[in-house]
């Protein structure tokens, strides 16, 4: 059974003022009746935590009720109102050859975004956090924003995690993401940086901003090069003993898949051994080995027949993966996510129809809407739970802007 923290005024602040702040990044200007409708807090307890985030600049007391539809009788009503710009937060996709970093204001907003190519294959780990460091720079720059107004960074790598931000580094692959980067940043930005993996962090993304919302249980497939997978069980991020939840690796041992290869790899690796014979097909437009799965799907919309023979296949390989993980999960939704996504709607059906053969549980499927940021998104959400957590703790760096 895990020890009680003991609820001391300083953690009841801390929650409270988490609570507020949370409610504010959601809400436009509001009146304290409409913070303790929101949180459960008391009068005395909520005038006092707004007052304190004022001070902090956190929020700002708007002062007059002309902006809020006139004058009425007798004291006007206190509001107050989220300061987005009193800092930044950073969501950090970190995969094996591309960095993307988003920016955002405190509402979850994304106000710059820069993402880079690594231009070569293996590099060690000064040049990556280097490298990666230049993207954060660049992505900064877009949103206006100094490094000094970073109040907390979330990054995504393609291996295990555990609850408290080590990499699981047992494979050769995910030693490649056991960087350093946290230390790496502190001491050269002050940036606290939050290690997780990135189908956890899309997870998050698409039950924030995604076709997930408010769902408790819920898959999150990351389907474009190779497949991992994210699990909220009861509203909750499931990492396991070591991080490795969610680790797809079992479907090496499950018959007609056999491996971990995403849709996008498949797609593009079937629709080139289909172009090294002769059957005829639309796809010799394209470029043998360049041929993209939304390509594929286009083509098997029109009717041809090797491109609908590959998009059967993926159907059929996707709804044994998704049989497994509703049959071991019984999630309510499994969302296949990532930059296939964009295209995958086609599959929804295909899938569907399969289920039933490879599950007594079958899960409703959907694709996610976020696309290729999904995991960006997660790392923001993520990021900005942490400030609020820790608000009382944290110093901003500019005063509060009315």
Known sequence: MPELVPATPQLLRRVSAGAVLEFMRSAAAVTVTDVMAATGLTRATTIAVCEDL????????????????????????R????????????GMDIGYAKVTVAVSDLRGTTIGRASQPFQ????????????????????LRSAAAAPDQVLAV???????????????ATQEFWGLFDLGLRPALKEARGWTVLLENDANLAALGERWLGSAAGI???VVILASERLGSGIVEGGRLVHGNRGSAGELAYLDLVDGVGDTYGIAHLARTWAAEALAGSAPTALRAFQPGRVEAEQVFSAAADGDAVARDILDRLADRMARVVGTVATLLNPELVVIGGGVA???????GPITAR??????????????????????????????????KHSLD???ALPAQA
Do not use: M
């Not at 964009?342 to 929804?348: E, G, K, Q, T």
């Open 54 to 77: 004022v001070r902090r600049g956190w929020i700002l007391e708007r002062e007059n009720q002309r902006e809020f539809g006139g004058y009425q009788k007798g004291r006007p009503a």
């Open 79 to 90: 509001r107050f109102e989220l300061n987005d710009r009193a800092g930044v937060v950073l």
């Open 120 to 139: 070569a294959s293996e590099v060690g780990s000064a040049e990556r956090i280097a490298f990666i460091d230049g993207v954060a720079t660049a992505a």
């Open 154 to 168: 979330c990054a995504g790598v393609a291996a295990p995690v555990d609850r408290h931000g080590e990499v699981l």
């Open 216 to 218: 408790d249980d819920v």
């Open 342 to 348: 964009n295209s995958a709607d086609v599959l929804l």
């Open 355 to 388: 289920l039933k053969n490879f599950t007594a549980t079958p899960a409703r499927v959907s694709v996610s809407p976020l696309g290729d940021s999904i995991v960006t998104v997660g790392a923001v959400r993520c990021a900005l739970d942490y400030v609020e």
């Open 394 to 396: 944290l110093e901003l």
